[in-house]
């Protein structure tokens, strides 16, 4: 029989770089978390927020899905779906430690173990041709029809200014 394994963080490439950047017209960038536990003793509730007990990264759950074991048994074992992540690794995108008990606002401390470490996905309409303009990143159709007359003005050279005599 063939076990039936979960993709884990180290099984997806690197996301890192100014890729990551959106204008800021088109929408906020969307974070979720993905987390792989076992161990459970019981089932987190939809709106808590969980916090590892070492690293102190903190999640709001959005669900979770048990794949063997019973919360009952103590031995439940699935992941959890997330949203709104802090504390974690900007840079590769990781979340809570191997082997971190997880605390529950609602469902209590110890209530689960992370299998693996947590990944954080990050999604929102990206673009890699960004115009940065005023302390601003917009993408190049919102940077047209926002500001094409204006930055057209400001770019005109005034004709009494010359060097020219």
């Not at 605390?103 to 990206?126: E, H, K, M, P, Y």
Request: aromatic share 8%.
């Amino acid at each position: 029989m063939e076990v039936f394994r979960l993709p884990h963080r180290a099984d997806y490439p690197r996301n890192d770089g100014e890729k990551w950047d959106e204008c800021v017209l088109c929408g906020t960038r969307r974070r979720k978390v993905l987390v792989h536990f076992d161990s459970g003793s019981s089932a987190p509730t939809v709106g808590e927020t969980i916090t590892g007990a070492t690293s102190g990264d903190t999640a709001v759950v959005e669900g979770h899905t048990i794949v063997s074991g019973t919360a009952a048994g103590g031995d439940a074992s699935g992941v959890i779906q997330g949203s709104t992540p802090t504390g974690y690794d900007d840079v590769n995108l990781e979340i809570f430690q191997n082997d971190e008990a997880l605390n529950g606002s609602t469902s209590g401390a110890d209530f689960a173990t992370v299998n693996g470490i947590g990944a954080v996905q990050v999604s929102a309409r990206l673009s890699p041709d960004l115009i940065e303009y005023r302390g601003k990143k917009y993408c190049r159709q919102h940077f047209l029809f926002t500001f094409r007359h204006q930055w057209a003005d400001e770019q005109q050279v005034d004709s009494s200014e010359g060097d020219r005599e």
